[in-house]
């Protein structure tokens, strides 16, 4: 397998170039001279498997096909003639294309596996185009996202390479969980072999009832009646004590796994919440949260069956075929061999059960998971049902997804159904054929038939434990996918870079400088492209543009949920990847477009950021956002519980309370992402009134559609596609006549007609 | 008014404000400069550059292309939609088809050799339905890297991103769909 293809061996230094290619090169006017560098893609241009090379010499470009001869896919293009270069990414492939004459054309096109390599090429063309310095040795360094070593693809950008890192075998790590408990391990182990050794005493107890008390064979001292009946009791008490003893270890097996399992889980459990609460919304983006639920909450639990089933299932069977195997053997060799005969056919049923039968609990699980959905969905969504008329609808697909249940479900047990009649039939076969066997012997007198009852007992106790240990293979299979995908989370190294020596800012003055900074979510597209800034501390700054143009990236970056991938994020002349976490993330306030708040009361939400804060703190914070009168209309006032995400209020009561929230921790930059985009015009003004009040003394950035609320603001800088279109003060852009203008004047004639 | 009439007369509100429908009389769709494709249409501009879109790439993939351009400011804009190719010349045909088949790179699967789950990556081993040629790749063992395709299909997203489609999961041979919907069982 191709487990080493990576993005290493995509790249070719330029010596390397085939002899063909470069005279094909040489032949259209390249010369060594000229030559910068040249990188082999991996379709032609119709989208055929095909090495093309893109050839880049300081004059020209071209791209040349190795077919059977060397084939011009991109004719040589003057690099003074192109206008633009760009990476344009289609459905599983994309081209690397320029514009010339004001249309672009396509130069080569690639597969998603070297679209990093190609958005380096394009980095360096556009340098070249823009007469920059070139740097062909950045299309060789190191990808980002796949292990240099092995080529392996890392679970996040900069990750450890799971191969590499070594974190050693999932089972020896799990095994290392347990090491704080190996005392109580230890107990379980003295515990289980006592118990097995138990089990293993009443077939031995049955023979000795048999020879000695029911049919004493020849040879043998033959009890009077009184001995007989002493002797059964004796061997009844022994049995009922072996029973009782059993019963009691079973207790201790469970009370000690138990102990271990539902430790080790806790402590998983509290370790995934405290790796996941460090994890950077980058790795939010990239993982849904119902799987990283799933993991936290159902994925841990195969640790405690991990204990239980390795405890009582693995090493308890492994523990009695040893046992039974060797009473078998030391009783009667022959037939200890003709019950061996049933195991092949035990065997390989139970492996062909379970490869075939085991992805219907799959599927179960799935159709599981999809009915919940489905009924959330619907649950969530019932008043959109209800308006558009769909409740039948919405019953077909119910119940479709419960009929995908119900079969996956009577497929499972109907073969469950079958399997289990079918081994019993083998292990009875197994019986007979020691009944057979067995009882020619008796009857032989070869053996009594005290041995024959005692084999017979510990034949039915042998398949039994046969079968588990061959699904215990299978049941490790789930056990290390489950273990995959939580050590998964626990080696993720999706946070941002942090600083050795952070520098503490307790009270930061608010001066925001971005300086030239390039980002974007996916590292191949970016979303701002060399944006540069200033905002002075204490000022009010709004930000305008389309959907897409960059502004919530921009706060994202401010935030410092991301890390600008060229570029730097200062804060008062500090670099944000330098500031201590603590100390930014205090003092920078931000309220949503959609605020969120969790199920607890109105003074818990408020104080989310500042559990400590009294409660006249918290009546001040909400009094300066205007929610404090709406609060104070409320039954409980600030003790009023809320529901699932604010249910109980309306879109601007939830908006007031989330802007309380950010005052109370009295953020040095506040920040409002289209805080007041979806309230009515009413809350708005409320809102609006609060914030003028608040928004003094603090460095404030509003996002905003509504033009009007940032008539006020010293500075506006409105973006566009990536970039800094214009800015200045709202008169200064409307006499500018551009984009602000224009968009001004559209929502003033919105504005009157709706008036 | 019934409900049917009440969404026929909203179909044709609609009509008014929706996409620019482009049809052959009044559309002229050739190869001009640096092979690009070239759509002019009457009573407008001449494009350059052009490209074509499925908007319904499962359902209709030979009806409803949206031909498209970037402009001076790199945005894409459409220049409308073609509701059904057929209706056009068989060299404009020709050239969307072309146009399409760049804008889509996606490798149809027609076996699962085998799976193999290592570092939390699953590794196929396909056969491909152009040329019946095996093919190695890794991905992801995550719900994002399988999604859906259609009502009975899937596609596949590899470690790089590449795509591979099995158009039909039931109609792989038995071996290979127990073994796929062994690993890819949602």
């Known amino acids: 397998m191709s487990e080493t293809e990576g993005v290493k061996d995509t790249l070719l230094s330029v010596d390397k170039i085939p002899d063909v290619i470069r005279e094909k090169a040489l032949e259209i006017g390249f010369s060594d001279q000229d030559h910068l560098f040249s990188i082999r893609a991996d379709l032609d241009l119709d989208g055929k498997a095909e090495a093309v090379w893109l050839v880049v010499g300081k004059t020209h470009l071209a791209a040349i096909g190795l077919a059977a001869i060397p084939v011009m896919v991109c004719a040589p293009i003057e690099i003074a003639s192109i206008q633009k270069v760009r990476s344009s990414q289609t459905v599983g492939s994309a081209f690397l294309q320029v514009m010339v004459d004001e249309a672009y054309v396509d130069v080569v096109r690639y597969t998603n596996g070297q ?181 936290v909450l159902y994925d841990v639990d195969y640790f405690q069956s991990f204990v239980a089933q390795v405890a009582q299932g693995f090493l308890v069977n492994l523990m009695l075929v040893l046992g039974i195997g060797a009473m078998l053997f030391v009783m009667n060799w ?86 289990n009649p079918i081994m019993g039939f083998i ?43 061959t699904m215990f293979s299978n049941w490790l299979t789930g056990f290390l996918s489950a273990g995959q995908r939580v050590f998964e989370v626990l080696d993720s190294h999706s946070f941002l870079q942090r600083t050795k020596d952070p520098i503490r800012m307790p009270k930061i003055e608010g001066g925001i400088e971005l300086r030239n900074v390039v980002f974007g979510y996916d590292p191949y597209t970016p979303v701002l492209k060399g944006v540069s800034m200033k905002i002075e501390p204490g000022q009010f700054v709004g930000i305008v543009g389309k959907s897409g143009s960059g502004k919530t990236t921009l706060v994202n ?46 003074a818990q939400n408020i104080a989310y950021g500042r559990p400590d804060a009294g409660a006249l703190a918290i009546m001040n914070a909400a009094k300066s956002a205007n929610a404090h009168d709406f609060i104070a209309r409320r039954t409980s006032s600030y003790d009023t519980m809320l529901g699932e995400n604010g249910a109980g209020l309306s879109g601007g009561e939830r908006q007031r309370i989330s802007i309380a929230r950010a005052l109370l921790c009295n953020p040095r930059i506040l920040i409002l992402d289209e805080a007041t985009s979806s309230v009515d015009t009413e809350s708005e003004q409320e809102i609006q009134k609060a914030l003028s009040v608040v928004c003094k003394e603090r460095t404030t950035i509003a996002i905003a559609h509504r033009l009007s609320t940032l008539k006020n603001a010293d500075v506006i800088f409105v973006f566009d596609d990536g970039h800094i279109a214009e800015s200045g003060t709202h008169d200064d852009l409307m006499t500018k006549q551009g984009i602000y203008h224009k968009l001004v004047m559209i929502q003033t004639k919105l504005t009157r007609l709706e008036t | 008014m019934t409900n049917e009439t009440t969404a026929t007369y909203q179909d044709e509100l609609l009509a008014k404000t929706g996409v620019r ?33 499925l908007m319904f790439p499962i359902r209709h993939p030979e009806q409803f292309v949206s031909l498209r351009y970037t402009d001076l400011e790199d945005k894409e804009q459409e220049i409308g939609v073609i509701e059904n190719l057929h209706d056009f010349s068989e060299a404009a045909q020709k050239l969307i088809r072309a146009s399409l088949k760049k804008h889509y790179y996606e490798q149809i699967i027609s076996r699962v050799i085998s ?69 890819i069982y949602w």
């Open chain 1, 115 to 295: 679209r990093e390599l190609f958005s380096r090429a394009c980095l360096e063309i556009k340098n070249l185009v823009a007469g920059k310095p070139v740097h062909p040795h950045a299309l060789t360094s190191p990808s980002e996202s796949f292990c240099p070593k092995c080529g392996l693809p890392l679970p996040g950008r900069k990750a450890d390479c799971p191969r590499c890192k070594g974190h050693g075998g999932l089972f020896s790590r799990t095994l290392g969980l347990m090491k704080p408990y190996k005392w109580s391990i230890a107990l379980l182990f003295l515990v289980m072999l006592i118990g097995v050794t138990l089990d293993l005493l009443p077939p031995m107890l049955t023979k000795m009832m048999v020879d000695k008390v029911f049919t004493p064979s020849e040879g043998t001292t033959i009890l009077s009646h009184a001995d007989s009946i002493h002797l059964l009791l004796v061997v009844l008490m022994i049995l009922v004590g072996a029973s009782l003893g059993r019963q009691l270890l079973n207790i201790l097996i469970s009370f000690i796994t138990s102990l271990i399992g539902t430790r080790i889980t806790k402590e998983l459990r509290e370790q995934l919440q405290s790796k996941l609460m460090g994890l950077s919304v980058e790795y939010y983006n990239r993982h849904s949260s119902g799987s990283l639920m799933s993991r």
């Open chain 1, 334 to 419: 022959r037939l200890a061999l003709l019950v061996m005969l049933p195991i092949p056919f035990v065997a390989i049923g139970t492996t062909y059960f379970w490869r075939y039968i085991y992805p219907r609990y799959y599927r179960l699980s799935d159709s599981q998971s999809k009915m919940y959905q489905l009924l959330g969905g619907l649950l969530n969504g019932i008043r959109l049902v209800k308006v558009f008329g769909q409740e039948e609808r919405e019953k077909k697909r119910f119940s479709d997804s419960a009929r995908y249940m119900q079969d996956t479900l009577r497929s499972l047990q109907i073969s469950q159904g079958i399997f």
């Open chain 1, 427 to 469: 292990f009875g076969l197994g019986g007979l054929i020691i009944w057979f066997s067995g009882g020619q012997m008796v009857l032989e007198k070869y053996i009594t038939l005290g041995t024959l009852m005692a084999f017979l007992g510990y034949v039915g106790m042998f398949y039994g434990p046969i079968s588990s240990l």
């Open chain 1, 557 to 602: 970056l401010i935030c410092r949920f991301y890390d600008a991938h060229e570029g730097q994020v200062l804060l008062d002349g500090v670099d944000v990847r330098k500031i201590s976490e603590e100390d930014l993330h205090r003092q920078v306030g931000l309220v949503l477009q959609e605020p969120f708040l969790f199920r607890a009361n109105i």
């Open chain 2, 21 to 53: 429908r482009l049809t052959p009389d009044k559309t002229k769709i050739f190869e001009g400069t640096f092979s690009l494709l070239h759509c002019a249409v009457q009573g407008d501009n001449l494009y350059r550059g052009v490209f074509a879109v």
């Open chain 2, 115 to 183: 799976i193999e789950d290592k570092f939390g990556l699953l590794f196929f081993k396909v056969e491909l339905a152009d040329g019946n040629v095996e093919r190695n790749f890794m991905m992801r063992w995550s719900y994002n890297s399988a999604e859906e395709f259609g009502e009975k299909g899937k596609v596949l997203i590899d470690a790089h991103e590449n795509r591979y489609i099995i158009p039909d999961v039931t109609k792989l041979p038995a071996a290979d769909q127990r073994e796929f919907t062994s690993f």
